[in-house]
């Protein structure tokens, strides 16, 4: 059985134990948030009340779904995902104890891994792309959607990227190492905030940095952090930004399923 | 993979699917706002021609009935003018008048003979007794005619006899005013002709200032090429496309004034214009107090090729001028 026939066997096997686990409730509730945040703006604007209002101004539709992409999706929803997704790709069949069968059968086992990733990916896009959509036609006006679809669009892309760039990097820490949870939190939420915030060549080594410069909406500048980032902003090009992402996927993607090829899983008794 | 996985794919896949094709038809052919919600802005709307250059709204009970208005109607010298146009038409403007929607329309090219009153559509929404505005005009030389289902009262020119200014009769609460072709474009709007809901980019604009007392939007292009201005006068103006008033009336008065440069450069070059006059602002206002409330009042903002100018009258500087209008009425009342 050839690499790729053999990881879509995987990918087939994977995507309904996927999508019907525990950890779809999770991602259920962390995306239905924004959806719930879309219906009460809905519900507040059609009784004729300005759903947000920032000096006494309204704040436009169009505007509250560019701060719920930069906030909510790609700032948290999106690494989430990623970490709690991408770390268990391996790890959940070894605390399962299930990794044997996978890699008892006559497939490459690089191919097991990159099955996995390709459900994930599928299985997160299902979700997290239909949320998107449903926010979009909620908050942003009918009359504005000529005006603004190309960047719902860009951010419908880019939020694919965002996921498939975390579920690499993240799909190779669960497969590197021990507690996989723990080291994926850590560089989602501590190590890319702060060097993000720092000034110097350390945000290159962040997804976040990549994705920044390709978000078609203005960053918003509340909060002392987005201040910070904002001073320290450095943002690539667009097609910089894209070839390194496609770099970050392509080689943690690679060193996954090397590392997954080499390593001895020792199941514990 | 299981059924119940492939429905799971099938329903995400058409959510997908319907959102980008709605927003597709939407971006390349328009977009039919009714069939999916109210439209943006009044419902008046469906009067104004596809092409208008400006439009205005004004709620005009919301502003009569506010604190704003009291002031003024506590220092109005007298209300004589108002009251002989109720005696002879039995609309009383403050109470019978629920909201008017202006628009300009765009000259058209070469028109050299056209005034500007001429492009200006009114419509007025309220209480109207049609029997009596009729036999007013008819007394006056007027004439009553139909048209695809809508009564015109027309006055004629004295020299041609051709129909000059006319008010139309668009429904039981509703009326419009303006030049005959203008009235008559409205009707035709009104019936199924492209109306100004069809504007995709006059939409746009107006969505963003729903929910206001009463606002302005329109192409400022447009609108300094209509007006007939010199050249050397057109090259000085600001490289604006859309500029957009919309204000809050209750107590005080507030708003924004926003528009769009042709690039980056031009409104950087409107924000620094601003933003020196602001400065000046401040300087002249030195130690009064309600001036500088005023000045401080204004916020520039804006970025890439948007400028935003928020502004505030507060109450305190309106009871300063009102302070002073009472004062030059004072000064005015000979003494016996």
């Not at chain 1, 909406?217 to 943002?235: C, D, I, K, N």
């Not at chain 2, 507030?254 to 031009?266: L, M, N, Q």
Request: proline letters at 4%.
């Amino acid at each position: 059985m050839t690499f790729w026939t053999a990881a879509r066997r995987v990918f087939d096997l994977s995507l309904g134990e996927m999508l019907w686990s525990r950890r779809t409730i999770f991602m259920a509730l962390v995306v239905g948030g924004p959806v719930l945040l879309a219906v009460i703006m809905r519900i507040v604007e059609a009784f004729g009340l300005p759903a947000l209002r920032v000096n006494g101004q309204r704040v436009q539709g169009m505007q509250v779904f560019g701060v719920m992409i930069w906030m909510l999706f790609l700032r948290f929803i999106v690494p989430v995902l990623g970490v709690f997704y991408g770390t268990a790709l391996m790890a959940d069949e070894v605390e399962d104890k299930t990794i044997t069968y996978l890699f008892t059968r006559p497939i490459p086992r690089g191919a097991v891994l990159v099955g996995k990733y390709l459900a994930y990916l599928v299985c997160t896009a299902l979700v997290v792309l239909p949320s998107v959509m449903i926010v979009y036609f909620l908050v942003v006006p009918f009359g504005q959607i000529p005006g603004t679809f190309r960047h719902l669009v860009t951010d419908l892309g880019l939020l694919g990227l965002g996921l498939a760039a975390y579920g690499a990097v993240f799909a190779f820490v669960g497969a590197a190492f021990k507690r996989p949870l723990v080291i994926g939190l850590v560089f989602a939420f501590g190590w890319e905030q702060v060097a993000l915030a720092l000034p110097g060549y350390l945000k290159q080594f962040t997804l976040a940095f990549y994705l920044q410069a390709l978000v078609p909406h203005a960053m918003p500048q509340e909060g002392v952090v987005s201040l910070l980032q904002g001073l320290f902003r450095e943002a690539p090009g667009a097609w910089t930004a894209m070839g390194w992402l496609a770099v970050y996927v392509v080689s943690f993607l690679y060193l996954a399923a090397r590392v997954v090829e080499r390593r001895e899983y020792v199941l514990e008794q | 993979m299981t059924k119940k996985t492939r429905n799971f794919v099938l329903a995400s896949g058409a959510i997908l699917a319907v959102g980008l094709t709605t927003g597709l038809v939407a971006s390349f052919m328009g977009l039919p706002v009714s069939v999916f919600s109210r439209a943006a802005g009044p419902d008046e709307l469906q009067y104004v021609p596809a092409d208008a250059a400006v439009v205005a709204y004004a709620d005009v009970r919301q502003v009569m009935n506010s604190e704003f208005r009291e002031r003024f109607r506590r220092i109005e010298p007298d209300t004589r003018e108002r009251d002989e146009f109720e005696r002879q038409t039995g609309v009383n403007i403050e109470e019978d008048i629920h909201s008017v929607v202006a628009a300009v329309m765009p000259r058209p090219e070469g028109d050299r003979a056209r005034g500007p009153e001429q492009s200006i559509l009114v419509l007025a929404r309220g209480r109207f007794e049609q029997g009596r505005i009729e036999r007013l005009a008819l007394d006056h030389g007027g004439t009553v005619e139909q048209y695809n289902g809508a009564t015109l009262v027309t006055t004629r020119d004295e020299h041609t006899d051709a129909p000059e200014m006319a008010l139309g009769f668009l429904a039981a609460d509703l009326i419009a005013f303006g030049t005959y072709d203008a009235i008559k474009n409205a009707v035709d709007a009104g019936r199924g002709a492209a109306n100004v809901a069809s504007n995709t980019d006059l939409m746009r604009q107006i969505g963003e200032l729903d929910g206001s007392s009463a606002w302005a939007v329109g192409r400022f292009d447009t609108l300094t090429r209509s007006a007939r201005l010199p050249n050397e006068l057109q090259e000085r103006l600001p490289a604006l496309t859309w500029f957009s008033v919309s204000g809050h009336v209750n107590g005080g008065v507030r708003g924004v004034f926003k528009a769009e440069a042709r690039d980056e450069e031009a409104a950087q070059n409107m924000r620094d214009v601003l933003q020196g006059f602001l400065a000046l602002g401040r300087l002249q206002a030195g130690s009064n107090p309600a001036v500088r409330q005023m000045i401080d009042s204004l916020q520039l903002s804006g970025e890439g090729t948007s400028i935003t100018l928020g502004f505030s009258v507060p109450t305190e500087v309106l009871d300063a001028l009102e302070a002073l209008a009472q004062a030059h009425q004072g000064a005015a009342v000979p003494r016996p």
